[in-house]
């Protein structure tokens, strides 16, 4: 199994572009969370899904963050306008009914806004 | 609501030492209790789990003991190694299935 692929694993960008980052979870899950880490807050879940449904975006910070899941094998998080203070490691993860909770997290995207 | 509270860090050791990294938590119900570990540049991976009271989860040499009358879930390991170096995440789920409240992470330095 590739495990939870997740794209790119750098991004650089300039205060006000758009940001769009990418998530593969591992076939036959069917739950995936979006994380963000930084050093001052650790790690914050922003949202997750099940079945490709929200189920709980409490911790998405603005409007400027969205996230959806199409289908089983995709999702993205994208961040319009970007700003500086959103620098920070993004991570996906993966879990389903059968890894009794247990969850696989992607290598993350290094985030710098400029 | 669900939170888990870990020693503060950062946690300097020799290597061999001994290695304890508490951890409690609170929750309603019977929460399924884990140990993740990040290494410098990746994300995290389990290190090792227990569903029950009492239950004791073991990996690497590393063990923690699900301690349902402290509330506790401290991970231990008795002789650290260099490779053990990184941050240290306990967490606990079950009242929202799928879904995990993380402590905020102890930075772990094991030196030569």
Known sequence: DAGVIQSPRHEVTEMGQEVTLRCKPISGHDYLFWYRQTMMRGLELLIYFNNNVPIDDSGMPEDRFSAKMPNASFSTLKIQPSEPRDSAVYFCASTSGLSQETQYFGPGTRLLVL | ?112
């Not at chain 2, 989860?57 to 699900?66: D, L, W």
Request: net charge negative.
């Open chain 2, 1 to 112: 609501g669900d939170s888990v509270t870990q020693m503060e860090g950062p946690v300097t050791l020799s290597e061999e030492a001994f290695l304890t990294i508490n951890c409690t938590y609170t929750a309603t119900g019977y929460p399924s209790l884990f140990w993740y570990v990040q290494y410098p540049g990746e994300g995290l991976q389990l290190l090792l789990k227990a569903t029950k009271a009492d239950d004791k989860g073991s990996n690497k040499g590393f063990e923690a003991t699900y301690r349902k009358e402290t509330t506790s879930f401290h991970l231990e390991k008795g002789s650290v190694q260099v490779s053990d170096s990184a941050v240290y995440f306990c967490a606990l789920g079950g009242t929202s299935y799928g879904k995990l409240t993380f402590g905020q992470g102890t930075i772990l330095t094991v030196h030569p």
